[in-house]
Nanobody, 125 residues
Framework: QVQLVESGGGLVQAGGSLRLSCAASGRTFSSYPMGWFRQAPGKEREFVAAISWSGGSTYYADSVKGRFTISRNNAKNTVYLQMNSLKPEDTAGYYC??????????????????WGQGTQVTVSS
């Protein structure tokens, strides 16, 4: 079993930055592809960014490409989401997810096995 705990959310003005962290339990974190998703009120959960187990491959939703960066530190069992140039439309609950197999990155919610409880990001205009 893997437990994921997100942190780093908060209220920020448009144009600002935040860094989200997702701390994972479990000895095999370094073998897990990871992803970040977000969900705004009344909307479906959507893909934001993903990273392979090694960190060598990453992928982003078009809406965040060039503004967000996903990274991981396997020694610390942590994955990060650096968010720059934030916009009001980035306001959502942000969730990290882990998949317990695979060598690539994954973009569908159905491809992940474990989820965190989420952290709220609110961007004011």
């Amino acid at each position: 079993q893997v437990q994921l705990v997100e942190s780093g959310g908060g209220l920020v003005q448009a144009g600002g930055s935040l860094r989200l962290s997702c701390a994972a339990s479990g000895r095999t974190f370094s073998s897990y592809p990871m992803g970040w998703f977000r969900q705004a009120p009344g909307k479906e959960r959507e893909f934001v960014a993903a990273i392979s187990w090694s960190g060598g491959s990453t992928y982003y939703a078009d809406s965040v490409k060039g503004r967000f960066t996903i990274s991981r530190n396997n020694a610390k069992n942590t994955v990060y989401l650096q968010m720059n140039s934030l916009k009001p439309e980035d306001t959502a609950g942000y969730y990290c997810a882990a998949r317990d197999r695979g060598t690539s990155y994954y973009t569908s919610i159905w491809e992940y096995d474990y989820w965190g409880q989420g952290t709220q990001v609110t961007v004011s205009s």
